[in-house]
Every structure is written in C-alpha cells, then in structure tokens.
C-alpha cells in the first residue's frame, strides 16, 4: 500500500519530482496511474492539482496531434529540485522507481536481471534494476545451493518491484510494508 499523500502542496511536489525523473513526455493517463500507485494521490485530487501545475506553468502538454503528453517545464523542474527534500524518503524513492519504471519503456518495468556465477563452493546471485542511466538495486549474494541460487534468480526475474520495495523496506523501517 502506498503512503497517502493529502496535502495539495506536497501531492504537487511528488507529481512533479516523479515527472521530471521520467525525463520524457507522457500521457495525462499514465501520469495519474504512476501517482496513485506509487502515492495514493486520488483521482480529484490529482485532476484539480494536475490542472493547477498547467495553469502555473510548471507542466506543459507537448506540440503535436493525437492525446497530448506531457512534460516538466523548466519552473516545474527548479521546484522540484530545490523542495523534493520537504517530501518524505518513501515517497522520494517510490517517485524515482515511478520513473524508472516508466522511463523509455512506454509504462513497462524498468530492466531488472540476475546472473549466477559459481564460485568456489557458493554461487553468487548478481542482481540489478534499473535504466542505462541509473541503477534502482544492485545487489550480490552469496548462496551456498545451487537449487536455492536458481530458485532466487528465477523469483527475482518474477517480482523484482516487490523485492525492491522489501529491501527498502528493510532498510528504512517501513513496518507497514513488512506487517501490514
């Protein structure tokens, strides 16, 4: 579940903090699913607020025929970069997986793999999410079976988002995601 966001000027960050790390246009659609699941920002909220950051000039709709895509404008991005500090880290982490996911993939996840190396008397479990530009995770762990090896890369492969999520879980005490 994601952390809810309510406040208009804390949902107007996370938009545009999640925008300008997509670092392409999108549609006013996929925008929206990528706020609500990765901040709970509900469908009124993210409208009234969507068409404010226009008016103000934070967002523009790009040139062209057909639905139009949007994209941070150069204001938008300078609020973004100077105030996403006011958000908290969760919401930070799970706007820039936002992006990554959807970043020159048309919405699909971001390219996450694994490799297993045999070394010595253990296999080694590489894995990595992430784009060409930055890694999300990267991670070796040391296995000392090779069905256990094979059966982690295979689940990784899987349900990388979800283990993503759980590591940084684990690492910022984020008892709901691990409980709840």
């Known amino acids: 579940m994601p952390q809810e966001l309510t406040n208009d000027n804390k949902i107007r960050l996370y938009i545009l903090y999640m ?8 549609d006013y659609a996929r925008i929206y699913e990528l706020a609500l699941a990765g901040a709970g920002v509900t469908y009124f909220d993210f ?8 008016r103000d000039g934070e ?13 941070v404008t150069a204001r938008g991005r300078l609020i973004a970069e100077n105030l996403s500090h006011l958000l908290p880290a969760p919401l930070r ?6 992006s990554v996911r959807a970043r020159g993939t048309g919405g699909a996840a971001a390219a996450a793999g694994c490799t297993l190396t045999e070394e010595g008397d253990a296999w080694i479990l590489s894995c990595r999410v992430g784009d060409a530009k930055k890694p ?40 709901e995601f691990l409980f709840g």
């Open 19 to 26: 925008m300008d790390g997509l670092g392409e246009a999108m």
């Open 93 to 98: 982490e799970s706007g820039y997986a936002a």
């Open 59 to 71: 967002i523009e709709a790009a040139p062209g025929t057909g639905e139009p895509l949007y994209s």
């Open 47 to 54: 409208t009234e607020i969507f068409g404010k950051m226009a």
């Open 136 to 175: 999300l995770l990267e991670m070796n762990l040391r296995i000392g079976e090779q069905a256990v090896a094979e059966k982690a890369a295979r689940l990784f492969g899987e349900r990388a988002d979800v283990i993503y999520k759980g590591v940084l879980a684990m690492l910022t005490g984020d008892a």
